[in-house]
């Protein structure tokens, strides 16, 4: 099984599973399991292709990575009459929705509550003139990742590290960017959409169209901060979640 459960609570109300942005691991969230403890158990997906799944090929369309999570993930929606709630930050956020309408085309568990973090509602499109990130020469993908500001500057400068870690993160930014929305009925799940103020990637109004994909309660949180607003409003988001899972 490729989830990674830092503090195991089965006595905890509600497990929270958490879906990685593009390129990252598993090490995004771990700082967040104590801040969620505990009534939270945090339960971290870890895909194909970093950390401890490297030499794997990472998925490079959603609709071959959503089914191959389903999966993966059946023994961990089992979790009896506790509370299940998934949270997903840009490209985790789109992992964590399409998942969701899997589960319930299959008739799966549903989560009780979908968080999503730092991306467009599904049927927003992309703004005119749009540079597409996953097919980029190296020069620029590497200027747009410094102008992110999640991306370490020593792994940019590094051309060992840039070998290891570029296909990862265009195959990733393939899933989101060749992602195509389909329209279905609202989710029945409640949802929480979370952005920062000062992110140009994903402005808050972007964020507010989430409400769209809900047919239960809706809750539009911002934060001071960019894209990665994670970072450096931790113990604010911890306690966020705490409070809308």
Do not use: Q
């Amino acid at each position: 099984m490729n989830l990674l459960t830092p503090k195991e609570n089965p006595d905890a109300p509600v497990r929270l599973v958490c879906f990685p942005n593009a390129g990252s691991g598993a090490a995004a969230y771990r700082a967040f399991a104590p801040l969620l403890a505990p009534e939270v158990e945090l339960t971290i997906v870890r895909l194909p292709g970093r950390e401890a799944r490297i030499a794997e090929e990472p998925h490079r369309k959603l609709g071959e990575l959503v089914p191959a999570l389903a999966d993966e993930l059946a023994p961990c929606l089992d979790v009896g009459a506790r509370r299940l709630a998934f949270f997903g930050h840009s490209m985790g956020a789109l992992v964590a929705f399409e998942l969701a309408r899997h589960l319930r085309r299959t008739g799966a568990r549903l989560p009780d509550k979908l968080v999503v973090s730092g991306r467009p509602a599904p049927h927003v499109p992309y703004p005119p003139g749009y540079e597409f990130v996953h097919d980029l020469p190296e020069d620029r993908l590497v200027r747009r990742l410094r102008g992110y500001a999640g991306t370490p500057d020593e792994l940019l400068a590094d051309p060992e590290l840039l070998r290891m870690f570029l296909p990862t993160l265009r195959a990733d930014f393939e899933v989101v960017e060749t992602y195509r929305h389909h329209p279905e009925p609202r989710l029945p799940c409640d949802i929480a959409a979370y952005g920062g103020r000062a992110d140009e990637e994903v402005p808050p109004a972007t964020v507010a169209s989430w409400a769209e994909h809900t047919s239960g309660a809706f809750r539009l949180r911002l934060f001071d901060g960019g894209h990665f607003y994670l970072d450096d409003a931790r113990s604010e988001v911890a306690k966020a979640v705490l409070t809308d899972v």
